[in-house]
């Protein structure tokens, strides 16, 4: 059961994130991002009762402030998704946002298996080389202006290539 929620949440992460960045390379990316926030009221509204949530005012508050801080990260990833090539931002941002707990996990005295720090420090290299842009690799700036999407705001319209 468990592979089966894994591989569903999976599947819908990624069809949101792509589907996401589409709707951002059309329309604002805070528009895109309210729409999805609207979009998963009702999940979320239907599901929380069956968990057994606490209601505390800790957990409200906490809720508050993880909400603004993921409808801000949401944005910013929609925001990156328009301007730049989805293919790079998508796993860059997959690749930060497992190392960003894994490290604070060991810098609250959690401990790896050897494996397990071979995988961080892969994850750091991948994430480095995925930051590596065409024109940094000796494309050029012409690639720059011509091979990479841009926001309809620009003034030109968003390409996919």
């Known amino acids: 059961m468990i592979v089966l929620l894994g591989l ?3 599947i819908v992460y990624g069809v949101s994130d792509f589907l996401g960045g589409l709707g951002s390379r059309r329309i604002s ?3 895109v991002s309210l ?3 609207l979009v998963a009221i009702a999940p979320i509204a ?3 009762p069956l968990v057994g949530s606490v209601w505390s005012t800790e957990a409200v508050w ?8 993921g409808a801000g990260a949401i944005w910013a990833f929609y925001v990156a998704l328009a301007i730049g090539p989805m293919s790079v931002i998508s796993p860059t941002t997959a690749a930060v946002a497992a190392l960003i707990p894994a490290v604070f996990g060991v810098a609250s005295g959690e401990r790896f298996s050897p494996l397990g ?3 961080l420090g892969g994850l750091v290299v991948a994430a480095v080389l995925l930051g590596i842009t065409r024109e940094q690799q000796g494309a050029g700036s012409a ?5 990479w999407p841009r926001h309809p705001e620009s003034g030109s319209e968003a390409t996919t290539s």
């Open 8 to 10: 569903t949440s999976a």
């Open 29 to 31: 990316p805070l528009l």
């Open 35 to 37: 729409v999805s926030f």
């Open 46 to 48: 239907v599901l929380t």
């Open 62 to 69: 906490l809720g508050a402030v993880a909400g603004i801080a």
């Open 117 to 119: 720090y071979l995988a």
């Open 143 to 147: 690639c720059a202006r011509s091979c």
